[in-house]
Every structure is written in structure tokens, then in C-alpha cells.
């Protein structure tokens, strides 16, 4: 088994930046990829990015492109997502996972409990 915790989200105004965090333990974290998802009220749980075992690959949202970093330590147990030029619409609740590496939240067995991220305009 494996538990997953979020941690430092936040309120920040449009155009700035937060870091969340995914801190991990139980089964050894480099077995598993981690994703990061995100859920606004009424509205479905979307895909925001995806780290690979070793961290060699990434995967992002076409809405998060270019502004969201996903990285990881081993060493720490840890996920990062580094969230720049935040929007808006970027608020929900976000999710971290841990599973095999892909846009689906099928295919992640573990999930933390979730971290709001409010951007005023």
C-alpha cells in the first residue's frame, strides 16, 4: 500500500505561483508513476500532469502547458507541481496519485485526500 499526502495549496491572485506538494510512504514511491488531478465544484476530475517511475518522462493538460512543472525526488518520496501564471479557472481541489504512468485516473490505485487551490481575478 501507499499513502499520499497534498500539501501547499493555497489563495493566490491571477498571475502568480504555488507549489504543491505529494509526499509519499508505505511501498517503495520509485515503483510507482505519480499523477496530479484536479476537481472543480460541479465539474469532472481532470488530468493536470503525469511524472514516469524515474522521472524521464512528463505529461501535461494542454491547459496547463507551458505554465505547470511536475517533478519528483525519490530520494524525498516526494512530487512537486510547480503551478506558474496561475488562472482562475486553475481553482479546484488537487489530487495526487500514484499508479502506472497515464492520463486516466484508472489507472492510479492511490490517492491523497487533496489540497484546494483558490486564483482570485
Known amino acids: 500500500q501507499v499513502q499520499l499526502v497534498e500539501s501547499g495549496g493555497g489563495l493566490v491572485q491571477a498571475g502568480g505561483s504555488l507549489r504543491l506538494s505529494c509526499a509519499a510512504s508505505?511501498?517503495?514511491?520509485?515503483?510507482?508513476?505519480v499523477g496530479w488531478f484536479r476537481q472543480a465544484p460541479g465539474k469532472e476530475r481532470d488530468f493536470v500532469a503525469a511524472?514516469?517511475?524515474?522521472?524521464?518522462?512528463?505529461g501535461y493538460a494542454n491547459s496547463v502547458k507551458g505554465r505547470f512543472t511536475i517533478s519528483r525526488d525519490n530520494a524525498k518520496n516526494t512530487v512537486y507541481l510547480q503551478m506558474n501564471s496561475l488562472k482562475p479557472e486553475d481553482t479546484a481541489v488537487y489530487y495526487c496519485?500514484?499508479?502506472?504512468?497515464?492520463?486516466?485516473?484508472?489507472?492510479?490505485?492511490?490517492w491523497g485526500q487533496g489540497t484546494q487551490v483558490t486564483v482570485s481575478s
Open positions: 511524472i514516469s517511475r524515474s522521472g524521464d518522462f512528463t
Open positions: 496519485a500514484a499508479g502506472t504512468y497515464s492520463t486516466s485516473p484508472d489507472d492510479y490505485a492511490y
Open positions: 508505505g511501498r517503495a514511491f520509485s515503483n510507482y508513476a
